[in-house]
């Protein structure tokens, strides 16, 4: 029996015939270097990565596609703040685009940015926002003739917040009065879509893209990407969705005289209060779709003013004059 020790092999010594096979060298085959959306793809795939890729806004065609008879405008402002009577725009951008009656979306027609100086400095909020500083701004000044060619010949205008951006539009320059708008916040149900909220960081994020925000022709883009479906499988599309929304009328009804003691159940059926500054009369109010308009009527002679015969203000709106100072 060997012991422990001779399980072991000793060294050979000098003199020993030992033959020593080297291994060939391994040839390793060089791998072709992924190009970067191959290298997302497989990020993607390994089920541990989310990849967000930088939306580039579409070619504008000079001759656009037959069958796109609309045209549709995004619009996007950035102002000194927030009050139309006293802030001022210091930038607008458009996105000019075909369109059909179904809401299909077909090339991209013509495209505008331009910055304006205010009559007083731009507020460090906004800079920090938009990164618009007053350098940038001195001396610029909109070219109201290349934008008035843009929009002009338009059916639709669309802002993100139309609420926002038409009374600064319309206060700038009558150019933007007498047109059709629609508005990709309000009339648009993005929570049904799958979005988490509205704002269009938010909406170009879980569409898989990012882009330069709070500029406003890349909003523009950006907002005309998100619209068309980014992920290209969405039917029908937000902006289809829009279209068929913001062709419908609604009604304003403005629960006047109503007695102070219902204001708190007004408020809780979403009644907003209106002090009479904005041209709105002084009440209570509410925006509505045209066919509720029985049932709201009903309620509020039946539980406000508890008269039958109680007839309150009713304004019938559509897209022409629709979010309107």
């Not at 075909?98 to 027609?109: C, H, K, L, P, S």
């Not at 009065?177 to 929570?191: F, I, L, P, T």
């Not at 708190?264 to 925006?287: F, N, T, V």
């Amino acid at each position: 029996m060997a012991c422990q020790l001779e399980m072991f092999a000793s060294p050979p010594e000098p003199g020993d015939d030992v033959v020593v096979k080297l291994r060939a060298p391994l040839k390793l085959r060089r791998q072709k270097p992924l190009d970067d959306e191959s290298m997302a793809r497989l990020l993607e795939e390994s089920g541990s990565y989310r990849v967000l890729r930088k939306l580039v806004g579409r070619q504008i065609v000079d001759i656009p596609r037959p069958g796109f008879p609309r045209i549709g405008v995004i619009v996007d402002t950035e102002t000194t703040g927030l009050d139309r009577t006293k802030d001022e725009i210091i930038e607008i951008g458009a996105v000019a685009f075909t369109f059909d009656d179904e809401g299909n979306i077909g090339d991209v027609t013509g495209v505008y940015g331009g910055l304006q100086q205010p009559t007083v400095p731009i507020p460090p909020e906004i800079t920090r926002l938009t990164g618009i500083t007053d350098e940038m701004v001195a001396g610029q000044m909109i070219d109201v003739g290349s934008l008035r060619a843009l929009l002009e010949p338009s059916d639709l205008v669309i802002a993100h917040n139309a609420g926002f951006d038409r009374p600064f539009c319309e206060a700038f320059s009558s150019m933007f009065s007498g047109k059709a708008w629609a508005c990709s916040v309000k009339e648009v149900d993005w929570a049904t879509r799958g979005f988490e909220g509205t704002k269009l960081g938010y909406l170009i994020g879980q569409s898989g893209y990012f882009h330069d925000g709070h500029r406003a022709v890349d909003d523009c883009f950006a907002l005309l990407e998100v619209l068309a479906g980014a992920d290209g499988v969405t039917e029908p599309s937000a902006f289809a969705e829009l279209l068929k929304t913001s062709q419908r009328s609604r009604v304003r009804i403005f629960a006047e005289h109503s007695p102070f003691d219902m204001k708190d159940h007004l408020k809780a059926r979403g009644y907003r209060w209106s002090d009479g500054s904005d041209g709105r009369p002084k009440s209570w109010w509410i925006e509505i779709d045209e066919e509720g308009l029985a049932a709201e009527l009903a309620f509020l002679r039946s539980e406000i003013y508890r008269w039958e015969e109680a007839d309150p203000p009713v304004k019938r709106l559509t897209a022409f004059d629709r979010y309107k100072a």
